[in-house]
């Protein structure tokens, strides 16, 4: 078993000239609570549909658990607790509980479980098996959305990323440059994934 490997090229600040580069684990697969539950039953005496029930049993007390303010700990994986947030104030007591709003998981792997991961193996991808970001010009990618955008009220990350072979991150990065250029807004919330196109751009 090992873990595959890429380097990929990493974005230039703006006083940099010397091109650099980082590693990116590959992913293979995402693994579904079904393959999981299958490949449970098979070191166990366990159906996988038994296992499936408990799977989903494990979610509903750990997120009961959560939400009543506790750490969930399991032994081998980790601990797991959420975390909080709320506006900046001048003085404690001004915040009501109103205001108060979860912000996400945290989570803390298990020193076992870190101490096994420690002895995995890495392997380089062969050359040409994974699709990097394509050098693709501006104007390619504002070409590409505009005939996307006659069939599509908004973009997202992925969206562009599938469009134009582009690494999620460099997607990401792309549609930032354009809300900040007055071509794109991005309304909602900060992590929403919905950017909509000015009226007067990407119009055929």
Known sequence: MSVKYDFYPTPLRKFE????????????????????????????TMHQSDVIGV???LQDVVTEELKNGNRVKIDGLGSFRIKIKAPTVNQPGIIRSE?????????????ELGNELKKTGFEKVPSGQVPHSKKVSAAEIELAMTSFFQTHKFITTRDLAYLCGLARTTAHRRLLALVEEGKLTHPGPRNSGEYFPVKEFFRK
């Open 17 to 44: 000239k010397q091109e650099k580069y980082h590693v990116r684990m590959l992913v293979k697969h995402n693994i579904s609570t079904g393959e999981l539950a299958d490949k449970i039953a098979k070191r166990s």
């Open 55 to 57: 799977l989903r049993a």
């Open 99 to 111: 205001s108060i709003k979860y912000d996400g998981i945290v989570y803390k792997a298990d020193k």
